[in-house]
């Protein structure tokens, strides 16, 4: 999938923050000792597995922040599958400028690929239903940005960036509030007309609850087996924007689609995915 890039400006303190953590006090001093400062170089970023790739317009940005004169071809495109042994970008220019930035550009590359394939793979599970995968807010502090757009470039969907972006009602909130009812009521009441709203039900009991009082706009069923599922969209028919959360995985993404949940949202995507291996080969 080509998405558009994200601002520079989004993702220089990322980049920055890796860098001046990675370089500490002194900088790089066993590439300062031991390589030449005129030096030049190309090196080939590489795929070890077959992959979704995302990252790399941070990667680039690593090595650009690092050292402007660097020249950098990217060959595989963010959101686009690589094979094992792909090159997905060279970088050209001093040796010692390649080495200082090469392990937070393959920090990032390596795990927001790891992203983007995690999330693929669901997707695949889905094909044939409407049900669309989509993340949480279940991500690495500080990354959020960067590992919903490898969510993207996976082909699933986004959920809230932040607690001020919709109204979503969780089994807390109904606990301290006083129920299903008096959530509801309160959000009717207080709720700006441009803010979604979504609430979290466990049972069919409180879904029928939902749809007696209105207010919300989606419903989010919280770890139904499928054939509660099932049960829940034919009571919603249509009333409502229905998501599926809870043991999601590869094994059983699929019966979860074919309820007709209209979303499926993991955490897993975010905080449970494996870096894919890429390496940095002079």
Not at 11 to 28: C, F, K, M, N, T
Not at 94 to 122: D, M, P, Q, W, Y
Not at 174 to 180: D, E, L, Q, T
Not at 253 to 280: E, Q
């Amino acid at each position: 999938m080509t998405l558009p890039a994200l601002p520079d400006m989004i993702l220089e303190p990322l980049v920055r923050s890796a860098l001046i953590e990675d370089l500490g006090a002194y900088g790089d001093i066993t590439t300062q000792t031991v390589i030449a400062p005129d030096v030049t170089y190309a090196a080939r970023l590489n795929a070890r597995e077959d992959a979704v790739v995302s990252g790399l317009q941070v990667a680039a940005m690593a090595f650009r922040m690092f050292d402007p004169s660097l020249k950098i071809a990217t060959l595989i495109e963010d959101g686009q599958r690589c094979t094992k042994g792909d090159t997905l970008m060279e970088i050209t220019g001093k040796a010692a400028s390649i080495l200082s930035a090469e392990r937070v550009a393959l920090n990032f590359a390596g795990r927001l690929s790891g992203v983007a394939t995690a999330t693929a793979a669901l997707v695949a599970e889905t094909r044939g239903t409407k049900a669309r995968i989509t993340c949480t807010r279940k991500t690495t502090p500080g990354l959020r940005i960067v590992e919903k757009q490898a969510v993207l470039h996976g082909g699933g969907f986004n959920h809230r960036f932040s607690l001020s972006d919709a109204i979503l009602i969780k089994d807390n909130h109904i606990a301290a509030a006083g129920g299903v009812r008096a959530v509801l009521e309160a959000t009717k009441a207080r709720a700006s007309h441009m803010m979604k709203i979504e609430i979290e039900v466990d049972t069919l009991e409180q879904l029928a609850e939902v749809l007696d009082v209105g207010g919300a706009d989606a419903v989010l069923l919280d770890n139904m087996p499928p054939d509660i599922l099932a049960k829940a969209v034919t009571l919603v028919d249509g009333r409502l924007i229905t998501e599926a959360s809870g043991n999601v995985t590869r094994d059983t993404v699929a019966a979860i689609a074919a309820t007709g949940v209209d979303f499926i949202s993991s955490g897993a995507l975010t905080h449970s995915y494996r870096t894919v291996d890429l390496g940095l080969d002079f």
